[in-house]
């Protein structure tokens, strides 16, 4: 069941920088602002080592600020509208009818580690970048940090009150709840933020070759597929959640000593497990199998949950080869930043390490290929735990 696409992985994530007219690297458009972040660009030659003397990856990673007569004003029209404001639960009726910021992770878990309200987070558009055009990250405010305009007020604080009000005690409805909430935000940016991708779109195909779109239009398809394959995740959970399912999800948890130093939510299909083996080809159509990648913390230790379907071998694969890891608080930073976009970094530590090492996770975030290595920061100290 393979399309034209074959050979193009499928999407974790929604392009970001937006490319567009990519048929020649030295005409790459790149538009866009930072309520777009996060979103990001995936193409097929990403995935190899970084290699700062690679112009294809150079370029991916810059924003060509030095014509910004290229961006589009279409695009910009579209970002000025704003992203949609949808419950995700909506179908259930009872919404109140106002959409909040909802946070992909608690607010009141890192606040306290935040620097004058501030936290470090990569921000494409908004971000530095430095003489080699990578992206450094900056301090962004904790009330604009992780958050998606995916629930209403009702839902959010109902829906996830056993996770934002009670302390982390490893139950089946608490993992259930972690992994809904980063399938939440994954299917909100799928289903809902890449609509002002594809609006901004037909506007362009009045003003471009379809040859200059090729790349935007392949992303905007590979997303459409995931979106509809999420869909029907999407009311699985809902049943799930409705009948109070729990156990339909598993969750491997290791818990530390130490506040973590990176937080993060995702939900995605791994392609690499932590060895950095290839475990799942993503770059079929057929679909993938899809887990959650969450650090949070609880009294200021740190919580590392992977979950998944029940009984999902994925999954099960996957924490294997994490419980093998001799550095495990390591190789969750490594797979971090080589792998998401969707995370944040506490001051004390980033300030912290030397330029050099900063230098060395710049390039991973820029490189986005796992596995690389990446210095041995700190250690939360991580022990598995059962319920
Ligand atoms: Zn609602």
Redesign the pocket.
Known sequence: MLSFFDGLPRFIYIPQPLLLGCNNESEILVVGDSTVSRIRNELKNLDEPFNPHLRHQRLLGGIKRDKPENALPSIYQELRKGFAEI?L??D?G???GKIIRAHSLQKRIFKDHAKNGHVYQFEPFTGRHDADRNLWPDLIGINEATTFLG??K??DSQIFSSIEDLPFQNTPEQKFLYHYRAFAQMYYDKAYKFKIIESAFSNLAKKFSPQELNSLAKQIYLNKHDANELKLQKSRFNDQLQNKDWSAVEGHVFVGENMPDILTTNFFAPRKNFHGQIFQDTKLLSPLKWVSFTVTAADDRAIFLLCGDRGCPFLREFATSFREMPLQTTAVITYVLCTFENFIMLPRWWESLPKNTQKKFVNAFQGRFYRRELPNTCDWKLKEIFS
């Open positions: 419950c639960f909506e259930t009872q919404c109140d629930f209403c009702r839902h």
